[in-house]
C-alpha cells in the first residue's frame, strides 16, 4: 500500500467538505440500470392489492402491470421479474399450472412484450406458487424428489421461454437443474434464452412477506424448505453451488437474500468474476418499510445506502421492490 502523509499534512476530510468533491470521489455509483422490479401478478382485470407486510407494494392484473412496465422501462429500469399470485383452485400437488401456456405468467409475458418491448422480462422457474403443499419441488412419502421436480422445471421453462421471456431464472435449489434446463431450451430453439441461477438460495427467515404475497406461505404451513436452500452458516459451500452451476452453463448467478450475505456476494464476485445478482427480499424491504414508518429511520436514505452496499459488495444487479421509488429518486439528483 502507498504510504500516505501523516496529520495535519493529510486531513482526508478535504475530500468530505462540498458534495460536489464527495461525487467525485465516490467509488461506486448506483443507476436505474442497476435494478431490476419484481412485481406479483394477479388474476381479473383493474384488480390491485396492496400487500400489507409490504408497504408501498401491490399485486396487479395483467392490465395494470403493463402501466409498471412503461414506467420502469421510461425510468431506466432494464428489467421486471414476474411472480404469479395462483389461485387456490388451481394449485396442485404436482404444480402442473407452471406450464400451462397460458397461465398468469405467460399472459403477462405477452401483453408487456406487446406494450413495451424494450424492457427485458425474467420469470422464475420453481414450483412453489402452483403446488398446494407451497414446496418447491415434487413430494413422495414427504421428500422432495430432486430428479422428477427438474422435469417439472424444465417444462416450466419451456413454456415461460415460448411466451417470451428474456430470462429463465431457477430459484427452486434442486441439484443439476441449470445443465437440464439449457439442454432442454437449446433442444427447443431457445439458445438465446439467458439462464439466471439462483445459485446460493439461503433458507433464510426474510421470505415471510413474499410467501404472503404470492400465497405459498399458507400452502407451506409450518413445514419448511432446508433440505434443499442453503444452510445460513456455510459460505463455502456457496462456492462450491455456484461452481456447479457456471459449469452446467449458467450465464448468471444469484445470492439470495442480500444485506445479510453481502460477504457471499463478494466472495462469489471475487472468485468467479462472472455477472452477479443480489435479491433485496421481502423481509429486507418489509423491515425497512416498518422502521420507517415508526419514524426511527430515514426510510428513503436507508434503502438507498442498503442498494449501494450491494454494488461496494460486487452485484452487478439488484433485485428490489423499491425499484421505481429509487430510480425516481436517482433521476431527481437525490
Not at 414506467?71 to 400437488?93: M, N, Q, W, Y
Not at 452451476?245 to 448467478?253: H, I, Q, S
Not at 421492490?321 to 429518486?329: F, G, L
Request: glycine share 8%.
Amino acid at each position: 500500500m502507498t504510504p500516505f502523509a501523516a496529520f495535519p499534512r493529510s486531513r482526508p476530510r478535504r475530500l468530505r467538505r462540498t458534495p460536489w468533491i464527495r461525487a467525485m470521489v465516490a467509488e461506486f455509483a448506483l443507476s436505474p440500470r442497476d435494478l431490476i422490479l419484481p412485481v406479483f401478478i394477479l388474476e381479473g382485470q383493474g384488480q390491485r392489492e396492496a400487500v400489507a407486510s409490504m408497504p408501498g407494494v401491490e399485486r396487479l392484473s395483467v392490465d395494470l402491470l403493463v402501466g409498471v412496465a412503461e414506467e420502469a422501462a421510461s425510468l431506466g429500469i432494464p428489467a421486471l421479474a414476474l411472480f404469479p399470485v395462483t389461485p387456490s383452485e388451481r394449485k396442485s400437488d404436482d404444480g402442473r399450472e407452471a406450464w400451462n401456456e397460458d397461465n398468469l405468467v405467460c399472459r403477462a409475458l405477452r401483453a408487456i412484450r406487446r406494450a413495451v418491448p424494450e424492457i427485458g422480462l425474467i420469470t422464475d422457474v420453481a414450483l412453489d406458487p402452483y403446488t398446494s403443499h407451497g414446496q418447491d419441488g415434487l413430494i413422495r412419502d414427504g421428500r422432495i424428489l430432486n430428479d422428477e421436480t427438474i422435469e417439472a422445471l424444465c417444462r416450466q421453462a419451456l413454456c415461460q421461454a415460448a411466451a417470451g421471456c428474456d430470462i429463465v431464472a431457477p430459484s427452486d435449489m434442486m441439484d443439476g437443474r441449470i445443465g437440464a434446463l439449457r439442454s432442454a431450451l437449446d433442444e427447443q430453439g431457445f439458445q438465446d434464452t439467458i439462464l439466471l441461477s439462483y445459485a446460493a438460495k439461503y433458507a433464510s427467515a426474510f421470505y415471510g412477506p413474499f410467501r404472503d404475497a404470492v400465497g405459498s406461505g399458507r400452502s407451506l404451513g409450518r413445514a419448511d424448505k432446508k433440505t434443499y436452500q442453503m444452510d445460513p452458516a456455510n459460505t463455502a459451500e456457496a462456492l462450491r453451488e455456484v461452481a456447479a452451476d457456471l459449469a452446467e452453463a449458467a450465464d448468471m448467478v444469484m445470492v439470495k437474500p442480500g444485506l445479510p450475505y453481502l460477504d457471499i456476494i463478494r466472495r462469489v464476485k471475487e472468485t468467479y468474476d462472472v455477472p452477479t445478482f443480489a435479491y433485496q427480499v421481502s423481509g429486507e424491504y418489509a423491515v425497512i418499510k416498518a422502521a420507517a414508518a415508526q419514524g426511527w429511520i430515514d426510510g428513503d436514505a436507508a434503502m438507498m445506502e442498503t442498494l449501494l452496499a450491494f454494488k461496494r459488495a460486487g452485484a452487478d444487479g439488484i433485485l428490489t421492490y423499491a425499484a421505481i421509488d429509487i430510480a425516481r429518486r436517482l433521476r431527481e439528483g437525490g
